[in-house]
């Protein structure tokens, strides 16, 4: 790639992170907090759900049909009986396109047909064909994509950390990533605890879930330290789509 088209790409990624493409204004009545898994790697599904499971509550786990039965990062990814184990239980399946391609590099053609592949495939394992919610992979997104994800799932949800308050960007939700090696047990009190204070929306997003995680995983201890501080702070623990579906 020429520095040219990479100055495009770069100022197309920024104008939509800031572009009003699908905003909504939000009240909620009692703080949220929403754990969420990209890559539905097993260990996520066997640890991380059991983990919300034992305090009664679900997650929402973005997955990508072409790695069922693959690996990423080196490490493995989920069955369709883990799928169906987490649809049983009452978590969310959720949409991180079908072979976990970044939007900046697709075609508004191939973009389309990731999507229709990951929307056919996660509702054949929920069997139903209500809106999914999505994630951009990599945090990977442009204009095009923003409005194409828009279009095609109840929500985007980004990398870019925060709190959703107020007017809410519901094509590029505010995201914290929940990472061994960048979050101390300190770190995230404090983002729980401006969650309460402002009365809003916090989103986490990890990929494995094991004592020895990868860069972009997190250790059982501290993913139930997270889910245990919220619940003391008198959060509502809810999927995405529970919570988007509480407004309908």
């Known amino acids: ?136 992979p990599f945090g990977s997104i442009n204009l095009r994509a923003k409005k194409m994800i828009s279009e095609q799932f109840l929500t985007g949800r980004g990398i870019n950390p925060g709190i959703n308050v107020g007017k809410l960007d519901l094509s590029c939700l505010k995201a914290n990533a929940l990472y061994e090696g960048q979050i101390l047990k300190r770190d995230i009190a404090s983002l729980i605890d401006k969650t309460v204070q402002r009365q809003g929306w916090l989103i986490f997003y990890t990929h494995d879930v094991q004592t020895s995680p990868s860069p972009y995983g997190v250790t059982p201890t501290t993913l139930e330290y997270a889910v245990d501080y919220a619940i003391q702070k008198n959060c509502k623990i809810s999927s995405v789509s529970e919570v988007m579906n509480s407004f309908q």
Do not use: W
């Open 1 to 136: 790639m020429n520095i040219v088209n990479k100055i495009i790409r770069k100022l197309d990624r920024n104008i939509a992170h800031f572009a009003s493409v699908k905003s909504k204004i939000l009240s909620f009545e009692t703080p949220v907090v929403s754990f969420t898994f990209d890559d539905c790697p097993r260990s996520a599904i066997t640890v991380g759900s059991t983990i919300l499971m034992d305090r009664g509550v679900s997650g929402t786990f973005y997955l990508c049909g072409g790695l069922t039965n693959g690996f990423e990062n080196e490490l493995p990814c989920q069955t369709e009986d883990d799928l169906a184990y987490l649809v049983e239980n009452g978590h969310e399946l959720a949409s991180h396109l079908y072979n976990h391609k970044r939007c900046e590099e697709l075609t508004k053609d191939e973009l389309a047909l990731e999507i229709e592949l990951s929307k056919n495939y996660t509702n054949s394992i929920t069997r139903n064909h209500e809106q999914l919610s999505f994630s951009y």
